[in-house]
């Protein structure tokens, strides 16, 4: 199933490693009952929630940049984990945000696109209140709206597009841009929308305005919002999502939702995979002067999909008014347009798409967006160009050829859903090919595949595209074929699929619920450590699940009190608290690690049964980590 491909499986897991998934399944089981929520406030500063919250944003892409104070989430890893909680404890308890650091991004079209980035503590605060408002506005969300929600996707909403064109018959598309909308956001209205969806925190709520009302810092000079939420802030896209929302719910109750008089039990049945089936509803609805639509939002870009042009120049006029009167928000006359999908292609998503004849049926058709082969073209030719240069070491060369073969693979595995696909890439390959074979001068680049490849990427890249006759090799290494791509029919999102439902979340991640070390993981969860940094702490609930509760030497199960974190390097001599740097054992193996004593070692040998050659040489190997002699096994025997 595609949709559980595109889950952030790391999120569960999370979750479970700090024992939130039930307290997250019962705000959402309450939200779906229509529950009121007053004390949330308990629940964002609780240790629980905060921990989770950092290991959700370390890392992030841009958990090293800074906000207005220069600190990034490195200068955290330091800290004991004590002292991070009360630090973040005490921001929710008295929130007073720092400023906002304003940074501008290159868009496609050669504008800047404005970004506020917080203070990492002020980032984790948003993380914090995130996870908790998150799956109470979950369940009061309209089901085809995709963007910056948990287990859907850019795939899923195109997916959803594909079928109410191709299958369902709705042939036209209302396209209504807003203008700035991340800019021009109504503070109040906002905080309106968030008390209907049953949020009526007091405290919460004021947290949430003076987060939105936190100055913006721009080149030195700073300036007050009184409209809008930072593109950049980590709560940003809950809260566009609650605002559009309204909308959402508007739209549907146009059509999807219009009630009908003395409905029959079978006018709404289930289907296989979960979905309700209204056809018989909708048959009877078609009888009156209705406008048959269905909207498909992702973020702020939505399409209205109609069945008639009057009905959708209509409805253009309706949402325009609407979106005016009810969220203040302005849209754009030039962009905003009805479309019909037999005669023209209609953007969404990178993805343009239209209806084309074919046995007595329409189908779709789709390409990438012109913009998206413009902008695909420039980045991949930049990092060809990288890793064709003059490099001093061979290391710097396989970093940039395997940076390069992601962004091909990244660009494959998106666009993959056009289906016409292959004929997009094959736009980008003669330029590209012909930077390639131009640094054949200084690089050895051929067609043959090389005895030995450079590493394990390599290898991987070379499993899956190596029946592409455009594979070429620089140096040893594969150079993936961006012209070698095929069509994968996208998928819509499944209803099984639910973070917040235990029957959701077993189609999303099976582990660590049922594991044999669940009530382990949970009470090391809780495990007090002061005296060890935060980042040693999250570390080791990772390594624990790595090798899933057992001692990386005796391969026995652990229990509770049997479980020890140990640093291959001490701290005394440059160790980190890096997840490389940590291994799980038994508590005794601790001591085989230090003794001298051979008599001490024979025991514990015996006991913990590791006189495997294997189990020896990785012990050695970590003695000899802290300057300790060899154990000999044939010695041990003589005693």
Not at 326 to 350: A, P
Request: aromatic share 8%.
């Amino acid at each position: 199933m595609q949709g559980k491909e595109l889950l952030k499986k790391s999120a569960i897991r999370n979750a479970e490693y700090y024992g939130m998934v039930d307290i997250l399944d019962k705000l959402y089981e309450d939200s779906a009952k229509g529950r009121v929520f007053k004390n949330l406030i308990s629940i964002i500063s609780s240790e629980a929630n905060i921990k989770m919250a950092y290991r959700n944003l370390k890392n992030n892409d841009g958990s090293n940049t800074a906000g207005v104070d220069g600190v990034t989430f490195k200068d955290l890893k330091e800290l004991p984990e004590e002292t991070l909680i009360s630090k973040v404890k005490e921001k929710i308890s008295n929130y007073q945000p720092k400023a906002v650091r304003r940074v501008y991004i290159p868009k496609p079209n050669g504008k800047l696109r404005p970004l506020g980035i917080p203070t990492v503590i002020d980032r984790i605060v948003q993380q914090s209140v995130l996870q908790v408002m998150e799956p109470i506005c979950e369940a009061k969300f309209y089901d085809k709206s995709y963007g910056f929600r948990p287990n859907r996707s850019t795939n899923n909403a195109v997916a959803m597009c594909y079928k109410l064109a191709q299958h369902d018959g709705f042939h036209y598309v209302v396209d209504v841009d807003i203008k700035g909308f991340f800019d021009n956001v109504d503070h109040g209205k906002l905080l309106k929308q968030i008390w209907s969806l049953g949020i009526h925190d007091k405290g919460l709520l004021c947290l949430i305005s003076k987060m939105l009302k936190a100055p913006i810092e721009d080149n030195g000079e700073r300036s007050y919002p009184e409209k809008g939420t930072p593109q950049g802030g980590v709560l940003s896209p809950l809260l566009a999502n609650i605002v559009l929302n309204e909308l959402d719910w508007w739209i549907a109750s146009q059509w999807e939702n219009m009630p009908v008089h003395n409905p029959l039990a079978s006018d709404i049945y289930t289907n296989a995979n979960g979905s309700l089936n209204k056809g018989n509803l909708y048959k009877k609805l078609r009888g009156s002067r209705l406008k048959e639509c269905h909207l498909v939002r992702y973020a702020d870009d939505f399409k209205i999909f109609c069945k008639s042009y009057k009905d959708a120049i209509k409805l253009k006029c309706a949402t325009e008014k609407w979106l005016m009167d009810r969220l203040k928000l302005e849209t754009s006359v030039e962009k905003s347009r009805v479309t019909n999908l037999k005669t023209s292609y209609s953007d969404f998503l990178g993805i343009r798409f239209k209806l084309v004849p074919k046995k007595r049926k329409w189908v779709i058709k789709s390409h990438m967006t012109q913009k998206a082969i413009d902008t695909q073209q420039r980045n991949l030719k930049q990092a060809m160009q990288k890793l064709c240069g003059a490099h001093a070491y061979a290391q710097e060369q396989h970093n940039d050829v395997i940076a390069y073969n992601q962004k091909v693979v990244g660009l494959h595995q998106y666009y993959s859903m056009a289906t016409m696909i292959c004929e997009d890439v094959h736009k980008l390959f003669p330029s590209l090919n012909a930077t390639l074979w131009h640094c054949s001068s200084v690089n050895s680049v051929t067609k043959e595949k090389p005895e030995v490849l450079k590493g394990a990427m390599d290898e991987f890249f070379y499993s899956r595209y190596k029946d592409s006759a455009q594979v070429r090799y620089i140096n040893d290494m594969i150079i993936v074929p961006v012209s070698y791509a095929r069509h994968k029919n996208p998928m819509c999102h499944s209803p099984d699929v639910n973070r917040y439902t235990a029957s959701g979340r077993e189609a999303i991640h099976k582990m660590l619920r049922s594991c044999a070390y669940a009530d382990v993981l949970y009470k090391l969860s809780r495990l007090n450590m002061p005296s060890e940094s935060i980042e040693f702490c999250d570390n080791m609930l990772s390594r624990f699940v790595g090798c899933q509760g057992k001692c990386e030497l005796s391969r026995t199960q652990l229990l509770f009190e049997e479980v020890a974190c140990m640093r291959l390097l001490p701290k005394c001599d440059g160790g980190t608290d890096d997840y490389n740097n940590l291994r799980i054992v038994h508590k005794d193996v601790l001591i085989l690690r230090e003794t001298e004593d051979m008599n001490t070692m024979k025991e514990i040998i015996e006991r913990l049964n590791c006189k495997k050659s294997s189990q020896m040489v990785k012990i050695n190997k970590w003695r000899a980590k802290i300057g300790k002699s060899a154990i000999n096994l044939v010695s041990l025997s003589n005693l």
